[in-house]
């Protein structure tokens, strides 16, 4: 169901995000160029809180098995080299196969303001068909990152203790194992992964323990995210950005 509501640009129901261009050469921050710029968004619910976590296990994502949601095609999984796709078919490192996450997944910056990425979410009321390959654009209200925003797009599912409250557990490499760790099959980590099991590695120079291929999700936890500790959020769905869904392979065919 898409909701209109009462912020809207000409466009039907969009809402332009603000962000901030760097006009090279004279120093200055331009606010009217910010304006062409910037992504536009289409909202498809009303805005709720959630709570924020991080993880990034290596393990196929849930999304990326058949019949999980209404959707053109399960998300991209990959092999141990974290680029070569896998079959839907093809069993997460996890649980005795062979799929593992693709290096894709990870988060990265559009500009100051503005971050893409993916996550894990378990949302009240919903299930995993309501919510996988969903967007949401989380604005965060608290911490280090107050004030900016992160759009995810949803390709696993996690459980929450409250059935009755909405999580999103971003994915972020180095953000910790959780409960199954398979970047020790895939990457040779440690058994309890980079860093603490459940929060992963404590500052940018830990970066540098994760192969060459994570280290710029790592870094982004440490520099765009200013290593926000569990961050509170507002979020809504959104229609997803192409950028994501280019990674991501999935879009859901109720948008």
Aim: net charge positive; charged share 20%.
């Amino acid at each position: 169901m898409k909701i209109t509501l009462n912020r809207i640009t000409p466009q039907k129901n969009t809402i332009t995000t603000t962000a901030l261009v760097f006009l090279f050469g004279c120093g200055v921050f331009a606010p009217e160029a910010e304006a062409q710029t910037s992504p536009s968004f289409t909202y498809l619910s009303n805005s709720a809180k959630a709570k924020t976590t991080r993880y990034w296990d290596c393990c196929k994502a849930s999304g990326a098995f058949d019949g999980k949601a209404e959707v053109n095609a399960p998300v991209k999984a990959c092999a141990r080299d974290g680029k070569t796709p896998v079959d839907a078919a093809t069993q997460s490192i996890c649980s005795g196969g062979t799929g593992f996450t693709c290096t894709s997944n990870q988060p990265w910056p559009v500009n100051k303001k503005l971050s893409y990425g993916f996550a894990a979410a378990s949302l009240a009321g919903k299930s995993e068909s309501d919510t996988s390959c969903a967007c949401y654009e989380l604005k965060f209200t608290s911490g280090s990152v107050k004030g900016k925003t992160f759009v995810a797009q949803v390709i696993n599912s996690t459980m929450s203790s409250d059935p009755d409250s909405n999580h999103f557990s971003l994915m972020i490499p180095g953000g910790g194992v959780g409960i199954f760790n398979g970047c020790q099959s895939q990457w040779n980590a440690p058994s309890e992964g980079w860093g603490a099991r459940y929060g992963g590695v404590s500052n940018s120079s830990q970066c540098s323990q994760l192969p060459a291929e994570l280290r710029q999700g790592c870094n982004w936890r440490f520099g765009w995210f200013k290593n926000a500790k569990n961050p509170n959020t507002t979020f809504r769905r959104v229609k997803c950005p192409t950028e994501l869904i280019a990674k991501s392979g999935c879009t859901r065919k109720d948008e």
